[in-house]
């Protein structure tokens, strides 16, 4: 199981980017997707969750309206598609994987997902 986060970089405040975590090596038809992020100083937190399993879908607070979570069944493929980023955006962004049948509740938990990629850094400024 690996994952591959990227389209992480920098963009002014008001602008869009698209994360895509590519999965290898197993099927996301089973699996778990989230995408969690970290800034420094700051608590890891979920930013947004699918269980490709379930249908159950997660969105923080904060990506709410903005953020959009997505597969690409043929890339085996999840995107991130985050507008009118903010500077509380900045962060290193990381998509995780679980195996789990997870609810919507149980999606933002870092500790119900069994693999994470290496993190693609967003930064948000002007």
């Known amino acids: 199981v690996q994952l591959q986060a990227s389209g992480g970089g920098l963009v002014e405040p008001g602008g869009s980017l698209r994360l895509s975590c590519l999965a290898s090596?197993?099927?996301?038809?089973?699996?778990?997707i989230g995408w969690f992020r970290q800034a420094p100083g700051k608590e890891r937190e979920a930013v947004s969750c699918?269980?490709?399993?379930?249908?159950?879908?997660y969105y923080a607070d904060s990506a709410k309206g903005r953020f959009l979570i997505s597969r690409d069944y043929s890339a085996n493929t999840v995107h991130l598609q985050m507008s009118s980023l903010m500077p509380e955006d900045t962060a290193v962004y990381y998509c995780?994987?679980?195996?789990?049948?997870?609810?919507?509740?149980?999606?933002?938990?870092?500790?119900?997902?069994?693999?994470w990629g290496p993190g693609t850094q967003v930064t948000v400024s002007s």
């Open positions: 995780a994987a679980s195996h789990l049948r997870l609810i919507t509740s149980e999606l933002r938990r870092g500790n119900n997902y069994d693999s």
């Open positions: 090596g197993f099927s996301l038809d089973f699996w778990a």
């Open positions: 699918v269980d490709n399993k379930s249908g159950a879908m």
